[in-house]
């Protein structure tokens, strides 16, 4: 079983659709939450970074964290065609490496 | 101000031959991270030095090793190339060493290497 589960899409939304991705992780001792964004061709940039439980919003972007279920969800409202990307999700203990998800390929379409 | 800049952007290698791929960090940054994404796949902790010393290694085989230089750049080599050696390596450049509530690595663009 992977530490970081994700489901890797593709997700084919319309404009304007509210998008939800979603990663589960079996790591107990995860407290550093984060949500990457990567082109193609590109390396990932980071969107949304969480401590611990809780939501953290940012403009249309939105970051929750349920350690008790160890399930993690980055919304993303009033999708754009320039959304469409893959969304990486990586955690850590505090250590200084990230565990990442596969990644979900996202397409948002006008 | 420069990001994170890697060299060579493409690479192409035969299998059994070696590898040398350049980071440059961002200025200011001493940590430097190194990542294989396989296409497909999340990025694979490869490697993290900071302040010229290992920190820490991902479950890769001694074929991989790096190093970090006094002016805070890093090398990532690879030998005896296989063909599930073709990936995107990434490197990433922090402050610090990060164990404080705020993740700041800032990722290059990576290096796309083929073994053929």
């Known amino acids: 079983q992977k530490e970081v589960e994700q489901d890797p899409g593709p997700l084919s939304v319309p404009e304007g659709a509210i998008v939800s991705l979603n990663c589960t992780y079996s790591n107990s001792a995860f407290q550093y939450f984060m949500w990457y964004r990567q082109y193609s061709r590109k390396g990932p940039e980071l969107l949304m970074y969480t401590y611990s439980s809780g939501n953290k919003e940012d403009g249309r972007f939105t970051a929750q964290v349920d350690k008790s279920s160890k399930y993690i969800s980055l919304f993303i409202r009033d999708s754009q065609p320039s959304d469409s990307a893959t969304y990486l999700c990586?955690?850590?203990?505090?250590?200084?490496?990230?565990?990442f998800g596969t990644g979900t390929r996202l397409q948002v379409f006008p | 101000d420069a990001g994170v800049t890697q060299s060579p952007t493409h690479l192409i290698k035969t299998r059994g031959q070696h590898v040398t791929l350049r980071c440059s960090p961002i200025?200011?940054?001493?940590?430097v991270s190194w990542y294989q994404q396989v296409l497909g796949q999340g990025p694979q902790f490869i490697f993290q030095?900071?302040?010229?010393?290992?920190?820490g290694r991902g479950n890769f085989p001694d074929r991989f090793s790096a190093r970090q230089f006094p002016n805070y750049s890093s090398e990532l080599n690879v030998n005896a190339l296989l063909l599930g050696d073709s990936a995107l390596y990434l490197c990433a450049s922090s402050l610090e060493r990060v164990r404080r509530a705020d993740y700041g690595y800032t990722f290059g663009s990576g290096t796309r290497l083929t073994v053929v």
């Open positions: 990586a955690m850590s203990a505090g250590t200084d490496k990230l565990i």
């Open positions: 030095y900071y302040e010229k010393e290992e920190r």
């Open positions: 200025s200011g940054h001493k940590s």
